[in-house]
């Protein structure tokens, strides 16, 4: 598919279709959460990978996760310090989680804010999607979205003049919303860090990546 204008990527979201867009770390796979299973369809990604939901704002994570007012205040302490960023949260989930994100119902659902301008913008538009790299399962993640485009033409990417629109947009605060200071738009290439969460013990940490935090 070639490459899209903002409004089309947006619209193909809504109806289902599979896009990708940059973040941070590495490029995103993304669809609504309720059409996560086309996710899995598309990698041949086995179920015990569950994906993650990425959102340009805690409060359209909340609704997928459940916990006490003291374990948001533990969550909420850790996300002010990383958040966006190259951190993901692997946290209870809500009964609202659609089966699509994670297929053997573990309980858990990671979610994260990317820290990247046009990231941003589009999850401000769409509310929380669901997200893995862009590659088939066991193979590398594609970083280059000219990568991307030829080896899965039938994503839906955003053409070069939107992007840089968005980005200039979400810089100045007026497509994100958001108070917080914005990166200038790279991709690392590095995974994000991946913590979970234990009511009894706290914090373990599942993946190293940029972000360096200690187990509790």
């Known amino acids: 598919m070639p490459q899209v ?39 041949r990604r ?8 990425m959102a340009a704002n805690w ?10 007012s003291a374990e948001q205040a533990s969550w909420q302490q850790l996300t002010q310090a990383h ?14 989680l659609p089966l699509a994100i994670n297929p053997n119902q573990t309980g858990t659902v990671g979610i994260r804010i990317p820290n990247h301008p046009v990231a941003l913008a589009l999850l401000k538009a769409t509310g929380a999607l669901a997200t893995t790299s862009v590659n088939r399962s066991g ?30 947009s979400a810089e100045s605060g007026g497509a994100s919303g958001t108070s917080f200071e914005i990166s200038s738009g ?14 009894e013990t706290g914090w373990q940490v599942l993946r190293q990546g940029a972000v360096t935090i200690e187990p509790d």
């Open 186 to 199: 790279i991709s690392s290439g590095v995974p994000s860090t991946v913590v979970k969460w234990h009511r």
């Open 139 to 168: 193979q590398p993640a594609l970083i280059a979205q000219a990568d991307i485009e030829a080896q899965f033409p039938e994503l839906l990417t955003l053409a070069p003049a939107a992007q840089a629109k968005l980005g200039q």
């Open 59 to 68: 409060s359209d994570l909340l609704p997928y996760v459940v916990g006490s």
């Open 5 to 43: 204008s903002l409004s089309e990527w947006i619209g193909g979201i809504q109806h289902g279709h599979l896009a990708s867009f940059p973040t941070d770390t590495v490029p995103a796979l993304a669809a609504r959460p309720e059409a996560g299973d086309r996710i899995f369809s598309f990698k």
């Open 83 to 96: 958040w966006p960023g190259q951190l993901t949260l692997v946290l209870p989930a809500s009964d609202r």
């Open 46 to 53: 086995p179920p015990e990978k569950p994906l993650i939901l």
